[in-house]
Nanobody, 116 residues
C-alpha cells in the first residue's frame, strides 16, 4: 500500500512563500493523479491543485497565479509552491493521490498558517 507523507508547512507572514512536498512511499506508477486539498477551520475540504500523469495540471481559481504544482516522478514526490500567501490560505493541506484502479489515498495533513 502506498503511503503519502507531507512536509513543508509552517507559519509565514502574508505575502510570503512556502513549498509543500508530498512523498509517496513507493513507486508512483500506479498513481494517475497527485494533488493537494486544504481544509480551514469550520469549512469543508476544498480542491487546490492536481497534476495528472502525462503532465496536465489544474489549479483552483482561488490560487491561480500564486500557487504552482509540480511532480517529480523519479522522487515519487509532488510539490506545491505557494507564493503571495494570504491569511485566507491558512488551513491544513492534504496530499491526495488517485490510483489508476480508482481508489484514493490521503496524507496526514500539514498545517499552513499565514499571519496578517
Amino acid at each position: 500500500q502506498v503511503q503519502l507523507v507531507e512536509s513543508g508547512g509552517g507559519l509565514v507572514q502574508a505575502g510570503g512563500s512556502l513549498r509543500l512536498s508530498c512523498a509517496a512511499s513507493r513507486s508512483t506508477f500506479r498513481i494517475n493523479a497527485m494533488g493537494w486539498y486544504r481544509q480551514a477551520p469550520g469549512k469543508q475540504r476544498e480542491f487546490i491543485a492536481t497534476t495528472i500523469s502525462g503532465g496536465t495540471t489544474r489549479l483552483a481559481d482561488s490560487v491561480k497565479g500564486r500557487f504552482t504544482i509540480s511532480r517529480d516522478n523519479a522522487k515519487n514526490t509532488v510539490y506545491l509552491q505557494m507564493d503571495s500567501l494570504k491569511s485566507e490560505d491558512t488551513a491544513v493541506y492534504y496530499c491526495n493521490a488517485v490510483l489508476f484502479a480508482g481508489s484514493q489515498l490521503w496524507g496526514q495533513g500539514t498545517q499552513v498558517t499565514v499571519s496578517s
